[in-house]
């Protein structure tokens, strides 16, 4: 059964720093993994999707990378704002999305 | 166009009431799910059709729930008299191509279940 694990669980820094967001999965028999945003009350914003046979994708200020035969994945958020505040969740995709708990992030001005 | 919308987008309903909750997916997509977010959890996946045909509904979590997409677009989740431990958010998503495991899912505002 896949477990996914996200650390950390919540996050604050300030404005214009650059940040790292981790992922682990039990299961490395996937298609690919999915990191999402999530605001308050609001439902899930796909971010960046990663093929199994990928190692990374950019989008923007974000970078995210996969590396699945060690279980793990980490999103790179560059010169953060505060518009960028929200839950992040990753999600690898076997048979199915399973969601780990996400990262609270806060950037304050 | 427009995205995937859920309604309703609150619902209060008293121990024992069956509630039903309704997703209209983007036009044209194949797939939909059903997902179960608990205060503070990662979304939990509930159901999956591609057009009419339910092909998955191992993430169900008991026969009180029940869901339906007959003619391949709207879907309705039901929840036949419900428990205190029903209470969450509901999200519906829906996805472009007929594999749904692969393609990117494309999530509404979700429907917040309160159960008194």
């Known amino acids: 059964k896949q477990e996914v694990t996200q650390i950390p669980a919540a996050l604050s820094v300030p404005e214009g720093e650059n940040l790292v967001l981790n992922c682990s999965f039990t299961d490395s028999a996937i298609y690919n993994l999915q990191w999402f945003r999530q605001d308050p009350g609001k439902g899930l914003t796909s971010l960046l999707l990663i093929q199994s046979s990928q190692r990374e994708q950019t989008s923007g200020r974000l970078n995210a990378s996969l590396d699945k035969s060690s279980g793990r994945s980490t999103l790179y958020i560059a010169a953060s704002q505060p518009g960028d505040s929200a839950t992040y969740l990753c999600a690898p995709q076997g048979g199915k999305l399973i969601f780990g708990q996400g990262t609270e992030l806060s950037v304050k001005p | 166009g427009a995205g995937v919308s859920q309604s309703p987008r609150y619902k209060v309903a008293k121990r024992g009431q069956d509630v039903a909750l309704r997703c209209d997916p983007i036009?044209?997509?194949?797939?939909l799910f059903w997902y179960q977010q608990a205060l503070g959890q990662g979304p939990e996946f509930l159901t999956y059709f591609q057009n009419e045909a339910q092909l998955d509904k191992s993430g169900l979590p008991s026969d009180r729930f029940f869901a339906e997409r007959p003619e391949g677009s709207v879907s309705t989740l039901k929840i036949q008299r419900t428990q205190q431990e029903d209470s969450a958010v509901y999200l519906c998503?829906?996805?472009?191509?007929?594999?749904?495991?692969?393609?990117?899912?494309?999530f509404g505002p979700g429907t917040r279940l309160t159960v008194l």
């Open positions: 998503a829906s996805s472009l191509g007929g594999r749904g495991y692969t393609d990117t899912q494309y």
């Open positions: 036009s044209g997509h194949v797939s």
